[in-house]
């Protein structure tokens, strides 16, 4: 039988060890743990910035607590007798392997034949530490929003994100799946 305190903190450890397992493996996938420009910075404004996926937070951090809140619900719906801990935990595990593959070569080379990321080289080990955190944040703000305020806040950011840098999750979900010229045209009008 596990020690009490292994019982009572099960989900920390659990959500501990997903971070470090993907830390991992995005390092053996190539990935620097921060920017080349030996800068380490919290958070970059410019989605179209070289320094953009290379530190903490950057607009697209905004997509990934999107994650959270789709998460949540979706967990919660599919998993209804499971404790938010357990959700929390599965969440945290499909970001983490999203992250993995995102910054795997055929993906980073998907983004830059198929999107207006023309630029894009993967994210570092720091930004996606931030993307996960992200990703626990929007988990957090769901489970006290509810299921219209969580809806309401996912639209307010997607519209948010299409106004400010047009591109969103919705957008980034097409365009990396079914790319429509017109919209990569109208993307990289800055």
């Not at 991992?24 to 380490?40: N, S």
């Amino acid at each position: 039988m596990p020690p009490p305190w292994i019982k009572k903190h099960w989900a920390a450890l659990a959500v501990t060890a997903i971070v470090l397992v993907t830390t991992l493996v995005v390092r053996l996938e190539g990935r620097l743990w921060f920017c080349k420009c030996g800068e380490l910075l919290f958070v970059i404004a410019s989605a179209w910035s070289s320094h953009t996926s290379q530190h903490l937070f950057d607009p697209y951090s905004l997509t990934h607590v999107q994650h959270g809140l789709v998460f949540y619900w979706a967990l919660h719906w599919l998993l209804p007798r499971t404790s938010w801990q357990t959700r929390l935990v599965a969440a945290t595990a499909i970001e983490a392997a999203w992250e993995m593959v995102e910054n795997s070569p055929f993906v980073i080379d998907r983004y830059r034949t198929a999107t207006a990321s023309l630029d894009y080289t993967g994210d570092t080990v720091v930004n996606v530490l931030g993307d996960l955190l992200s990703c626990v944040i929007g988990f957090a703000i769901a489970k006290r929003l509810g299921w219209r305020g969580s809806l309401a806040l996912f639209v307010v950011v997607e519209a948010s994100l299409l106004a400010l840098i047009r591109d969103s999750l919705l957008m980034n979900v097409l365009q990396l799946f079914y790319p429509v010229e017109w919209l990569k045209q109208w993307q990289m009008r800055r």
